[in-house]
Structure formats: structure tokens, C-alpha cells
């Protein structure tokens, strides 16, 4: 069995000086009381990324069903995620900012969409600020950096249980499992490729399809 993969990115906004300037104060200074705004512009940001994947998914095939609805029951699919996750930091970086950017923002759209949140990573050695390396030091600096928590599993295991649908033969199927991976800045996309590749791979060994979408605040 094959994993889907694809590390599908969307952000909020271009990252302009005035966004520069508000995750600085957020992310790197510590004022948490930006986490509003930012998570208000990271929603809008997930809606429209909704829209179009719904928009996609109207146009696939419609999966069996135990009981096909006539065509005036039918509806437009939605697409939604099963669970969201977010990008870990170090016990450094944790003790120096004093919470995880990329948590809050995750907590804050899984609660305004009621959505599982989950943690299924976590950050195996602190990588040096990535600001000034170029994009392959930036991929080969991410290497080995993360891996699945030591529950990762069994919430993958999980949400692979709460995916299974009945199929019009009475025997059902699971399909893929859509994670939500939430980070505040894309530049190369090395770090959410590097997370993303961590949960498809746990997924493959475990014989279970994951689908990884990620969404940030600024694409820089």
C-alpha cells in the first residue's frame, strides 16, 4: 500500500514588513497577545483552502456507499481534515519564547473548527536559526530533526479506526487519512517537508494511507 503524499501548502499572506513585524513580536519576543490576529488571518487562510480542496473533490469519483442517496439527496463533498498538528520546537527554543508559536495557532483553529488536535511529532535535536542558510543547508540541516512522538502511533492508529466507511457490499474500507500540519513561516519548505515526510513514513510502515496538508501564516 502506497501513501499519498502531498505536502500541500497554502499560507495566509506574502510575508510583507507589517506581518514581519508582528510574527517577530510573536514568535521571537514572546508577546502572546498576537495570537488573535495571527490566528484570525490563519483562519481565513484554512477556509479558502477548504473551498478549493472541496472544490477538487467535488470533481473525483464519488466513493461506495452502503446506501447511494438519489440525486436530490446528494450534496457537495467537503473536504476536512481529521486531526491537525503542528510544527515542534526544542526544549530551548520552548524555555526561551515560553510556548510554541506553532501550537497556539494550531489550538486556535482546531478549536474554532472543532477539530482533533494532535500531537504527533516531536524535535529531535535543536537546529540553528535558519534565517541566513540557503536552501540546501536548510534541507540538510532538517535532516533526522524530528520524529513521531512516542504516542504518535497509536493517534495515527486511531484516527485510521474512526476512518473506515461501509461500502454498498457490506464490507468497508478505510480511506486516507487528511492531516492538517501547521507551521507560521514557509520559506523553502524544508522544515514542514521534513515533519511531513516523519508522519507519511510512520504511516507506510504502519500500512496506512496519510494525505499531509500544511498550512502556514506567511510565505516568505
Known amino acids: 500500500m502506497q501513501n499519498r503524499s502531498f505536502i500541500l501548502n497554502r499560507s495566509a499572506v506574502q510575508y510583507n514588513p507589517l506581518m514581519k513585524e508582528w510574527i517577530g513580536m510573536y514568535k521571537f519576543r514572546g508577546h502572546e497577545r498576537y495570537a488573535p490576529l495571527l490566528t484570525a488571518l490563519l483562519i481565513q487562510a484554512f477556509q ?126 478505510a480511506r486516507a487519512i487528511k492531516i492538517l500540519l501547521i507551521d507560521d513561516i514557509y520559506t523553502t519548505g524544508s522544515t514542514l517537508d521534513a515533519c511531513g515526510q516523519v508522519i507519511l513514513n510512520t504511516g507506510f510502515t504502519m500500512g496506512i494511507r496519510v494525505e499531509i496538508y500544511t498550512l502556514t501564516l506567511a510565505r516568505s
Do not use: C
Open 48 to 173: 479558502a483552502m477548504s473551498e478549493e480542496q472541496s472544490s477538487i473533490l467535488a470533481k473525483e469519483p464519488p466513493a461506495p456507499v452502503a446506501h447511494p442517496a438519489t440525486l436530490a439527496q446528494q450534496t457537495k463533498p467537503q473536504w476536512r481534515p481529521d486531526a491537525v498538528t503542528y510544527v515542534p520546537v526544542s526544549s530551548e527554543r520552548l524555555a526561551e519564547r515560553g510556548f510554541n508559536q506553532a501550537e497556539r495557532l494550531a489550538a486556535g483553529l482546531a478549536t474554532a473548527f472543532r477539530l482533533p488536535i494532535v500531537d504527533l511529532l516531536q524535535r529531535q535535536i535543536n537546529t540553528t536559526k535558519q534565517s541566513f542558510k540557503s536552501r540546501g543547508e536548510r534541507i540538510e540541516t532538517m535532516k533526522n530533526a524530528f520524529s513521531i512522538n512516542p504516542n504518535g502511533m497509536h493517534l495515527i492508529e486511531e484516527l485510521y479506526r474512526e476512518s473506515y466507511l461501509p461500502t454498498q457490499t457490506g464490507m468497508s474500507y
